[in-house]
């Protein structure tokens, strides 16, 4: 499971375990710390690729199949210049702020 991925089984994991691990953030802590297990040792570009598209569908409006699909094509396209293959990895603190930084923007939007 690698960083650099791209071909449909890598997508379909990115984006399989970004929609856990959204989900996970909502819910509960006992499902967080379930994702955390689930990221730990993995390559860190694809760790961030999950970790991207979790807060892309946490600022959705409403989490749909078409928007996981434009979360998990457009994260991966746009990470190919960035430092998701550098093999930088964030902490699971990072993480979990910048999902919180999702869900945030998100509610502001759906209460305007």
């Given amino acids: 499971?690698?960083?650099?991925?791209?071909?449909?089984?890598?997508?379909?994991?990115?984006?399989?375990?970004?929609?856990?691990?959204?989900?996970?953030?909502?819910k509960c802590a006992c499902g967080l710390?379930?994702?955390?297990?689930?990221?730990?040792?993995?390559?860190?570009?694809a760790?961030?690729?999950?970790?991207?598209?979790?807060?892309?569908?946490?600022?959705?409006?409403?989490?749909?199949?078409?928007?996981l699909v434009d979360a998990i094509l457009n994260t991966v396209s746009e990470s190919n210049d960035r430092t998701a293959h550098e093999g930088q990895s964030r902490s699971w603190e990072d993480i979990v702020a910048s999902l919180r930084a999702g869900a945030d923007s998100s509610d502001s939007a759906q209460n305007k």
């Fill in 1 to 26: 499971f690698e960083g650099g991925g791209g071909g449909y089984v890598y997508l379909l994991a990115v984006g399989y375990i970004g929609r856990n691990l959204a989900s996970s953030f909502q």
């Fill in 47 to 67: 760790a961030e690729h999950i970790a991207l598209v979790a807060k892309k569908l946490l600022s959705s409006v409403n989490g749909s199949k078409d928007e």
């Fill in 33 to 45: 710390e379930a994702s955390r297990r689930r990221l730990e040792g993995m390559d860190a570009g």
